[in-house]
């Protein structure tokens, strides 16, 4: 599985557009780049997923370079509701075998006032 | 539509107990999970079951665990005999058959083995 880097923490204002990049030198062919929000007390979200380019959905947008061995996670106008532990996590997506997540330590959020 | 849902939320025993974790996944979710976090630790895979069946039981850490999810529905995790080190949160997650990274965690149980 192919180790992911992220930075421990970040902090910002509300209203600002806060990018988490992750480093994945070692993604393989066939890995996805997912990314995972957590509360504290609650379990892991889902937020996005992508493989290439770029992927937008309402909460969130995911930039992949295209050597890939990096991803941006883009949160526009962030509120304080937004703090939590973000993950990013990389693996195959598909076929046979295990779906098991790899979480690591993951960016700590904080939104203030 | 109802999310995953885990059973007790909490749950303090003694050392050399016996604890049944329970996980009621979404409805039609063929793919079901548990993973740990112990204390300040991160979260860790357990094992993975596609209907009744064990796919992938790598992580779990020794025979002391046994997981089963007879009938493809609910899953029991039973930690027997529990021991200091077992304490920690017990999620479960469920995901549709073909979208194995997109997983729905349940709140978990805090285990606390004293």
């Known amino acids: 599985l192919a180790k992911t880097t992220q930075p421990i923490s970040m902090d910002s204002y509300e209203g600002q557009e806060v990018n988490i990049t992750c480093s994945h030198n070692?993604?393989?062919?066939?890995?996805?780049i997912t990314w995972y929000q957590q509360f504290p007390s609650q379990g892991p979200r889902f937020i996005i997923q992508g493989y290439k380019t770029k992927v937008t959905n309402e909460v969130a947008s995911l930039f992949i370079p295209a050597d890939r061995k990096s991803s941006t996670l883009s949160l526009p106008r962030v509120s304080l509701s937004d703090t939590a532990v973000y993950y990013c996590l990389v693996g195959p997506d598909s076929g046979a075998g295990s779906y098991q997540l790899t979480f690591g330590k993951g960016t700590k959020l904080s939104v203030i006032p | 539509e109802a999310g995953v849902t885990q059973f007790p939320s909490h749950s303090v025993i003694e050392k050399g107990q016996t604890v049944t974790l329970r996980c009621d996944p979404i409805?039609?979710?063929?793919?079901l999970y548990w993973y740990r976090r112990v204390m300040g630790k991160e979260i860790k895979f357990l094992l993975h079951f596609v209907k009744e069946s064990k796919q992938d039981e790598s992580g779990m850490p020794n025979n002391r665990f046994l997981a089963e999810r007879t009938g493809g529905t609910y899953s029991t995790l039973k930690v027997q005999p529990a021991e200091l080190e077992d304490s920690g949160v017990y999620f479960c997650?469920?995901?549709?058959?073909?979208?194995?990274?997109?997983?729905?965690f349940g709140p978990g149980t805090r285990l606390t083995v004293t």
């Open positions: 070692n993604i393989a062919t066939n890995d996805y």
């Open positions: 997650a469920s995901s549709q058959f073909d979208r194995g990274h997109e997983q729905y």
């Open positions: 409805s039609g979710h063929d793919n």
